[in-house]
């Protein structure tokens, strides 16, 4: 894994870039850490010109972004318009909230609708994956949803951007998901596992937790991840501290 291709995800520090003149700053800090690309993810009202200003004044790439998934399944152009402002190739489903999960028509359907417009990216030049959490790991008919989703789409029309923690948090395994998803997964999130104590699952600084992340990141490679994105939805302090603690360590013991 090479240090470039490792990126941020924003909604780390969503609470820091509410408005534009907090994502300035924001973007500041985040490439002072080291990161030269960020996934574009819980960020307040900003024009798409704004913020590739911003982003090209750091030296960050808009490696991907998160849109709202109504507004994908239902107007895949308009997605088509903000990546190709952002100068940007992929986005991500971020979360089925409203999508019924109950039986096997329903996630069929849903699977549908995810890869007629993945088809509008693709012909776009562009590329839709889906982000997991761990409903997805829930059994129908003897399979996972997840397992359902890529199943019933065309792996041209809708690539993977699996979640390392809530696969492991799903039951799933986070390696054998990066070798399922072979030449379907332009997208890592990185996010580690733990255990607090209390006995509750908690999100960790990569190295922090139990992931085995010196078989992960080989697998993912193989298999042609092109982004290594961080993500921690809560931190125990600054998250950008968090950000500096999982970047050293990838950088210390996971690239080449």
Not at 34 to 57: F, H, K, N, T
Not at 216 to 229: L, R, Y
Request: glycine share 8%; aromatic share 8%.
């Amino acid at each position: 894994m090479k240090i470039e291709r490792v990126a941020a995800q924003l909604y780390t520090v969503r609470d820091f870039i509410k408005t534009p003149p907090e994502i300035a700053a924001s973007m500041k800090r985040v490439r002072k850490i080291g990161y030269q690309a960020v996934q574009v993810s819980g960020m307040g009202p900003i024009a798409e010109e704004e913020l590739l200003r911003i982003l090209d004044g750091e030296g960050l790439t808009c490696c991907a972004t998160h849109e709202p998934g109504e507004r994908i399944l239902q107007e895949p152009q308009r997605i088509v318009d903000t990546l190709r402002k952002l100068k940007c190739r992929h986005t991500a489903y971020p979360y089925p909230g409203g999508i019924k999960f109950d039986t096997l028509a329903t996630v069929k359907e849903f699977a549908a609708k995810l890869n007629a417009s993945g088809k509008v990216l693709h012909d776009a030049g562009l590329v839709l994956s889906y982000h997991n959490h761990a409903i997805e790991f829930r059994r129908l008919d003897g399979r996972t949803i997840l397992e359902i989703i890529y199943a019933e789409t065309d792996p041209r029309y809708l690539k993977g951007e699996p979640d390392t923690y809530w696969v492991q948090y799903g039951g799933g395994s986070p390696l054998e998901w990066c070798q399922k998803l072979k030449n379907r997964l332009p997208l890592l999130h990185m996010k580690d596992f733990g255990v607090n104590a209390s006995n509750q699952p908690m999100y960790c600084e990569i190295g922090n937790g139990n992931l085995n992340w010196k078989k992960i990141i080989p697998a993912a490679e193989k298999n042609g991840c092109e982004w290594f994105i961080v993500e921690q939805d809560t931190c125990p302090g600054d998250p950008f501290d968090s950000l500096k603690i999982s970047f050293d360590y990838i950088q210390r013991e996971l690239c080449s």
